[in-house]
């Protein structure tokens, strides 16, 4: 195995029109993370590059200290770069692991670039290769600006209808650009969670609110989305649209008693946001073991999806926990590709009960495995996520 880079990176793709609150969200999750007061016992989080870092940072001190947001954002991309470094490198275990860093790039772009024609053609081409970006993702996030259900109260199936149809025309006009010479598309987001930002303005919702709203007024603008990506992607079966669900909320926003002009952002106030790591680590990995047991996935696929998920579960079973050996055992040999070596490993670490994954987090930190006590946190933080009615994971 090559020395370097001894990383895994995952995509973060947000998808949101203007001013649903996609900058402020990467703020948020970066953020808190450089705070004096933070802890994390497992990984630290840092900006590959400081000085994005620090306009991040700024962003969220503006919003801590100043009630002050983000400004808009206009005419460019960016992308984000954080590394989340596992602790403990120097230790016996952090010899055998196959990487020290989940890399996570991190695509913040002008919502406008989804609402208005481009202005030029450097421009059209700025948003072309930005989409491509994005679409190096696993999963996607559909942002549903909860500011505006709240202005379309009653009729919030007129805002869904053009959000969702918005999007869906931004999809077939790129559709030429983006299959360039392919046919189908074999690296794109597999999964599209819709989530709904600003949650905080609905303090009595949990996500069942919320999904029964957009299946109940906009479940047929979902389908028509549905099949639009589906005629994009090579096995389009392996596509989860509209079947996972979130809450984020990045700071309670709410008018100053003292002066209704002006808003109070208390940043402590945070929904979500510790799930965006687990989403983008594990629900692949989870959701591929699933659609590997229903159908036939060609491994060109397979390698873009939750890429290095084999490498990840072969680690584990390597690293002598009975857990995953005992699964291992008793798993039925499935599907056509039950012969390679890593699967049933994959298998076993996706179909972890939580109290076996429990355990093993527990191990993991007695031994100073930092990587398996990560994996496992991350997935355990998935598990509370959806105990908390924060998230809905596809049952398929
Ligand atoms: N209540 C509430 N308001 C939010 C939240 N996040 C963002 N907002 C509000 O939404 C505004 C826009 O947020 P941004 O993050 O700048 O939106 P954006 O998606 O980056 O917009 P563009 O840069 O234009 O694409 C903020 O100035 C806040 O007023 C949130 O979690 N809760
Ligand atoms: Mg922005």
């Known amino acids: 195995m090559a020395k370097y880079p001894r990383v895994r990176e995952q995509h973060i793709a947000v998808f949101g029109e203007s001013g649903s609150g996609k900058t402020v969200l990467v703020s948020s999750f970066f953020g808190p993370t450089q705070e004096r007061s933070y802890s994390n016992d497992l990984w630290d989080l840092v900006a590959d590059d400081t000085g994005q870092g620090n306009r991040l940072y700024q962003n969220y001190l503006g919003m801590r200290d100043r009630a002050r947001p983000p400004a808009p954002t206009k005419f460019a991309a960016t992308t984000y770069y954080f590394s989340v470094k596992l602790k403990g490198g120097d230790n016996a275990a952090a010899k055998q692991r196959p990487f020290d860093a989940l890399r996570l790039a991190w695509h913040d772009y002008p919502g406008e670039w989804f609402e208005e024609s481009p202005s030029s053609e450097e421009e059209a081409n700025r948003r072309v290769d930005t989409f491509r970006s994005l679409l ?231 031994h100073n495995d930092f990587l398996t006590a990560t994996l496992t946190q991350l997935k355990l933080d998935l598990n509370h996520g959806v105990k908390d009615n924060l998230l809905i994971k596809s049952r398929k």
């Open 136 to 366: 190096g993702s696993d999963v996607a996030l559909l942002l549903v600006d909860g500011q505006k259900l709240l202005d379309y109260k009653g009729e919030e199936e007129r805002y869904l209808k053009s959000l969702l149809t918005n999007f869906r025309q931004v999809v077939l006009r790129l559709k030429d650009d983006l299959l360039a010479d392919e046919n189908r598309l074999v690296e794109f987001p597999r999964i599209w969670i819709i989530a709904l930002s600003k949650a905080d303005l609905f303090p009595d919702w949990d996500i069942y609110n919320f999904r029964d709203l957009v299946i109940e007024k906009a479940s047929n603008h979902i389908d028509d989305l549905r099949s639009t990506l589906k005629d994009l992607v090579e096995t389009p079966e392996a596509l989860s649209v509209g079947e996972d669900f979130m809450l984020l909320s990045s700071a309670k926003f709410e008018p100053s008693a003292a002066d209704p002009d002006h808003v109070e952002i208390d940043v402590t106030q945070r929904v979500g946001l510790d799930l965006i790591l687990p989403i983008a680590s594990m629900l692949p990995l989870e959701r591929r073991v699933q659609w590997n047991e229903q159908m036939e996935i060609p491994r060109q696929v397979l390698d873009t999806l939750a890429d290095g998920a084999e490498t990840l579960a072969a680690f584990l079973v390597g690293s002598k926990f009975s857990v995953v050996e005992s699964l291992v055992s008793k798993l039925p040999k499935i599907g056509p590709l039950a012969t390679k070596a890593a699967l049933p490993a994959l298998v076993a670490v996706a179909k972890m009960a939580g109290s076996q994954v429990r355990d093993m987090n527990t191990q993991a930190r007695a």
